[in-house]
């Protein structure tokens, strides 16, 4: 039986993680479980999970968590202070971690797991994009194992070899990340400038937070993935490609020196790479429906659109001008995306956002969490004003 803490348990790949844990009781135990604000799914969960902890943000919904609990005759204890997450996440009783708290947010709990030599699951790229050297040190100094969880990155994983030295040593030539292209693929320039919130979360293939879902429209997830597969799989920037591929089901392939090219495949359900980064090397039932070629119209390819899409060009300059460029390109798209969501700036304002960000913060090397965290609370109070 492995004890796992859910970071971002009320999101939509902490309700898949329920979902998949749902099937496997007798595997895994959930420890504990966190939220932000949702504390009505978050009672949900702790009646039905019975976690040693929950951990919700605000206090005063603390409050009201503890006392309805009581009325359940629970046990789960509540936390509240930001210290907690970090106290949860390198908690000795815990073996596993899911990190699937949005944003820059998931730093903390990531590393404080990365040092205390966890199971990682990590969805949240955000932690990996900003932090970079910082986590993957934590990462080697704690022995920790970082699984991918993101669908890209779970497919790349699984067509690697399960441990290998380096992608050279392993004959690998390139990885290829495929983008679904978002629900404005084929959506002009004009009429983009134009484009709702309402409009960018409904994503054509997946089911997924807000935040992520218009990153997934402006194509800075893709941006962010690549970033995150550059420290995930150790690559060089020139190994590391984006296609279009409208219908999400290859979710990303591995080309070899010899030829071959090795690519995952699914149904978009975010529950096959959880399960994956649950149960790997080893399968486990996830629950997910099964892909039938017969159905299958056709699988497309297509380069992404750079002039329409500017925030993936500005992710992959960010790369290459590496130190804490990343950092600065996730806090002001982090910003730009909530002023967005709130209807308060337009589609074409948040390349704009992280491009003044960018011409106002140099790249410089960060070392440390605490220099991180301030250089992200910098960026943010820049782009709020
Ligand atoms: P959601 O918005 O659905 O869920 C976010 C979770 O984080 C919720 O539990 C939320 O709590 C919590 N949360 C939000 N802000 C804070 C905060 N400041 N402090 C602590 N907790 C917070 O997001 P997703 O599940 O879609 O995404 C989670 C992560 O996984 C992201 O990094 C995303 O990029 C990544 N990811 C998601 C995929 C998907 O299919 N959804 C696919 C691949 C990666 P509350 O509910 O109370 O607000």
Not at 186 to 209: D, R
Not at 316 to 333: R, T
Not at 344 to 354: A, N, Q
Not at 369 to 384: G, H, P, W
Request: charged residues 20%; aromatic residues 8%.
């Amino acid at each position: 039986m492995q004890k796992i803490a859910i970071f971002g348990s009320t999101g939509s790949i902490g309700t898949s993680t329920l979902d998949v844990i749902r099937l496997h009781k007798d595997a895994y135990q959930v420890f504990a479980l966190t939220a932000y604000r949702n504390c009505k799914l978050l009672l949900e969960q702790c009646i039905e999970f019975k976690p040693s902890y929950a951990y919700i943000e605000d206090s005063r919904l603390a409050k009201e968590l503890t006392h309805q609990l009581s009325c359940h005759n629970s046990k789960t204890q509540v936390l509240s202070s930001i210290e907690d997450l970090g106290y949860l996440a390198s908690h000795p009783e815990v073996d596993i971690i899911m990190s699937a708290i949005v944003g820059s947010a998931g730093l903390i709990p990531t590393y404080q797991a990365a040092l205390s030599g966890k199971r990682i699951l990590l969805a949240n790229k955000e932690s990996l994009v900003a932090g970079g050297s910082i986590i993957t040190d934590a990462v080697k100094k704690g022995k920790a194992k970082l699984i991918p969880v993101d669908s890209e990155h779970s497919a790349i994983f699984q067509a690697l070899p399960f441990e290998y030295e380096s992608l050279a040593s392993s004959g690998v030539n390139k990885i290829i990340l495929t983008a679904s292209g978002g629900p404005f693929l084929n959506t002009s320039y004009q009429e983009l400038k134009s484009v709702t919130a309402k409009e960018a979360i409904k994503h054509p293939n997946w089911s997924m937070g807000h935040k992520i879902s218009v990153d997934s429209a402006t194509l800075m997830n893709k941006g962010l993935e690549v970033i995150e597969a550059y420290w995930l799989f150790n690559a060089k920037l020139d190994q590391l490609e984006v296609v279009v591929h409208p219908q999400s089901i290859i979710h990303s392939m591995v080309e070899y020196i010899d030829g071959s090219i090795l690519a995952q495949l699914g149904t978009p359900d975010m529950k096959t790479p959880i399960a994956y980064a649950l149960s790997a090397p080893n399968r486990i039932y996830s629950g997910s429906d099964k892909l039938n070629f017969l159905t299958l119209k056709e699988l497309t390819f297509k380069a992404p659109d750079l002039a329409r899409f500017p925030c993936l060009g500005l992710a992959l300059e960010g790369l290459k001008l590496g130190g804490s460029m990343p950092a600065v390109i996730n806090a002001s798209n982090e910003v730009a995306v909530a002023k967005f969501l709130k209807d308060e700036i337009g589609f074409y304002d948040i390349p704009k956002m992280i491009e003044s960000a960018m011409n106002k913060f140099a790249s410089i090397n960060v070392n440390d969490l605490d220099s991180l965290l301030n250089l992200d609370k910098e960026t943010r109070a820049f782009c709020q004003n």
